[in-house]
């Protein structure tokens, strides 16, 4: 399947009844494609059934810089989604995977390993959102 656009892309994306493998090259697309524009989604997708879609987005996201790391933090402050293993593994996969980062990510890993969500993940992603405000990154509340 050869994928042709940021839409076709998040269409295949979003599409669970297609097969893994195109969900999980929708996902890489954005690898080789990066637009900011898929971010809201590619972390969605970080909480997918498949693995392989959820490294695949973690991967993408790695290489999307600032707009990524804030979508990321974004859903770790979120008390409905932290608890959720797979966001955690995917995000830890993400920081780890990504680029230098403006803001000390580290407490933040060291706190998404494991099965359950910690408090001090959902703390250290706010800690981080707020020092990226107040470097100029994201969105201002």
Same mark, same amino acid.
């Given at each position: 399947?050869?994928? &042709? ?5 998040? %269409?295949?994306? *979003? &599409? +669970?009844?297609? $097969?893994?493998? @195109? #969900?999980?090259?929708?996902?890489? =697309?954005?690898?080789? &494609? ?10 969605? !997708?970080?909480? %997918?059934? %498949?693995?392989?879609?959820?490294? !695949?987005?973690? @991967? ?7 707009? !990524?790391? @804030? ?6 402050? *979120?008390? %409905?989604?932290?608890? *959720?293993?797979?966001? #955690?593994?995917?995000? =830890? ?26 408090? $001090?993940?959902?703390? @250290?992603?706010? #800690? ?6 107040? +470097?100029?990154?994201?969105? #201002? !509340?």
């Amino acid at each position: 399947m050869h994928i &042709n656009s940021l839409e076709q892309a998040l %269409d295949i994306l *979003d &599409n +669970q009844l297609l $097969t893994v493998a @195109e #969900r999980e090259a929708a996902a890489r =697309y954005f690898e080789v &494609n990066p637009d900011l524009r898929a971010v809201p989604r590619l972390v969605l !997708a970080l909480q %997918d059934e %498949d693995f392989g879609v959820r490294w !695949a987005a973690s @991967e993408a996201l790695s290489q999307l810089g600032m707009a !990524a790391l @804030e979508g990321v933090l974004r859903a770790l402050v *979120d008390p %409905d989604r932290v608890g *959720d293993p797979r966001l #955690r593994e995917s995000a =830890y996969h993400m920081l780890h995977l990504g680029q230098p980062w403006p803001v000390p990510v580290k407490t933040l890993m060291a706190s998404l390993k494991g099965p359950a969500p910690d408090l $001090t993940s959902i703390e @250290e992603a706010a #800690r981080l959102l707020r020092l990226l405000r107040a +470097q100029g990154f994201g969105k #201002r !509340a």
